[in-house]
């Protein structure tokens, strides 16, 4: 079956930092991935998304490439804020629209 | 309209009694999903449906749960007996997209004492 597999948390940056959370999923077929971000107190909601080998999603400063080569989906963002500290979610929809999520990554960004 | 919206928010109840949670999606969405969220977790896939058929019921975590969206509008999620262990998040998103991004509503949190 599907499945993904997130970079375990906790994640703790100060202001400005790079950041990277990798991600990695096993599928048949050509899915569609996606990261969802729950911000404290929140809902969970999509920050981007990619559908096809290579292409980038990009939301809001942050980036993630679909490798096809390599499985993996890693978000990156250049210069993290304090705002940004939430649990990030990758997923990946199957052709048949089910969808799986790893288990998230928390991330605290401390001014 | 805003959003997904579910209710209620939050639900207490005993062991062994029966609770149901409902879910309104996004008006123009045609796929409706329900997760079932414990603390450090994922979304854990339960169903889904597109419009009123429910495509994967196989992920439905015994038979005390089952689904339904009669219409294709609203969905409720039911959980008969429940017990201790079904303490949980349970998510409802909804999809209309051709590439199957979902929008998640609040979530229902539920509580078995």
């Known amino acids: 079956g599907n499945s993904v597999t997130q970079m375990e948390g906790p994640v703790t940056l100060s202001e400005e930092a790079f950041l990277t959370i990798n991600c990695t999923y096993t599928?048949?077929?050509?899915?569609?991935l996606f990261w969802y971000v729950q911000y404290p107190g929140e809902g969970l909601q999509l920050l981007l998304k990619?559908?096809?080998?290579?292409d980038k999603g990009s939301n809001k400063g942050f980036e993630a490439t679909y490798r096809k080569e390599t499985t993996s989906f890693h978000l990156e963002k250049g210069s993290v804020q304090v705002s940004d500290s939430a649990v990030y979610f990758c997923a990946l929809s199957d052709n048949a629209g089910k969808s799986t999520f790893g288990d998230g990554t928390t991330l605290t960004v401390k001014p | 309209d805003t959003g997904v919206s579910q209710d209620p928010r939050h639900k207490i109840t005993k062991r062994g009694q029966n609770v149901t949670f409902r879910c309104d999606p996004i008006?123009?969405?045609?796929?409706l999903y329900w997760y079932r969220q414990t603390l450090g977790q994922g979304p854990e896939f339960l169903t889904y449906?597109?419009?009123?058929?429910?495509?994967?019921k196989s992920r439905l975590l015994s038979d005390r749960f089952s689904a339904e969206r009669p219409k294709g509008s609203f969905s409720t999620l039911e959980i008969q007996r429940t017990e201790q262990g079904d303490s949980a998040m349970y998510l409802c998103?909804?999809?209309?997209?051709?590439?199957?991004?979902?929008?998640f509503g609040p979530g229902t949190r539920l509580t078995v004492t």
């Open positions: 599928a048949t077929g050509y899915p569609s």
């Open positions: 449906f597109q419009n009123e058929a429910q495509l994967e």
């Open positions: 008006s123009e969405h045609n796929r």
């Open positions: 990619a559908t096809k080998a290579d």
């Open positions: 998103a909804s999809s209309g997209g051709r590439f199957y991004e979902q929008y």
